[in-house]
């Protein structure tokens, strides 16, 4: 496909398990973001890379949450010892070049029971 | 985390009327983004503002940047079944090159058969 893709779009995990979210990016593009959007708000930033550097990481919550994009393409967001405070849409978007429009997928429902 | 604040946060309409919606800030965005999200998707840009006092359309939408920069406008004439959804404004913070988002609160339009 052409958008941006995610998986799983659906995760349910107990309290205390670690998930691994992923996100693909458009091909060729060079900025990817993360968004954390609970029920009923809108998306709040998490963390940002350009390529495979991950320049701005301040809107991540807590150290128990981690981001990679070794090869500057496939994005995973990674969260140890979920809470169910983290239940929520995480949403990836990536774009072309620095500063143009960001294309969101459909983000992955994580549900902490 | 910060975001801007929506008004009305939901709205019930009949198919044909027109619609408008705002955003307000207390901080000021030199860009002023309009995303419409569908449930179970990501949300999707409808039109983007770069200049303080701008009014810019896309079809039935009209968008304005307010002058003082700390808010906007959408406007959606003669509402269809399909702009049913949730209308997010957002701007973007950060360094140069990271273009990361703040998002509104959301407004939630139904259409009312």
């Known amino acids: 496909g052409a958008g941006v893709s995610q998986s799983p779009r659906y995760k349910v995990a107990k309290r205390g398990q670690d998930v691994a979210l992923r996100c693909d990016p458009i091909?060729?593009?060079?900025?990817l973001f993360w968004y954390q959007q609970a029920l009923g708000q809108g998306p709040e930033f998490l963390t940002y890379f350009q390529n495979e550097a991950q320049l701005d990481k301040s809107g991540l919550p807590s150290d128990r949450f981690f981001a990679e994009r070794p090869e500057g393409s496939v994005s995973t967001l990674k969260i140890q010892r979920t809470q169910q405070e983290d239940s929520a849409v995480y949403l990836c978007?990536?774009?072309?070049?620095?500063?143009?429009?960001?294309?969101f997928g459909p983000g992955t429902r994580l549900t902490v029971t | 985390g910060q975001q801007l604040n929506q008004s009305p946060q939901s709205m019930f309409i009949q198919e044909g009327e027109d619609v408008s919606m705002n955003c307000t800030s207390s901080?000021?965005?030199?860009?002023w983004l309009w995303y419409k999200q569908d449930p179970g998707e990501g949300p999707v840009l409808l039109i983007a503002l770069y200049k303080a006092g701008e009014l810019t359309s896309n079809g039935r939408l009209t968008a304005q940047f307010g002058i003082t920069r700390k808010d906007s406008f959408l406007n959606i004439s003669a509402s269809i079944p399909s702009d049913v959804g949730i209308y997010f404004c957002?701007?973007?913070?950060?360094?140069?090159?990271?273009?990361?988002?703040?998002f509104g609160t959301g407004t939630r339009l139904t259409i009312i058969p």
């Open positions: 901080s000021i965005f030199n860009t």
């Open positions: 957002a701007g973007p913070r950060g360094n140069f090159g990271n273009e990361k988002l703040t």
């Open positions: 978007a990536s774009s072309r070049e620095q500063g143009s429009e960001q294309y």
């Open positions: 091909s060729g593009h060079v900025s």
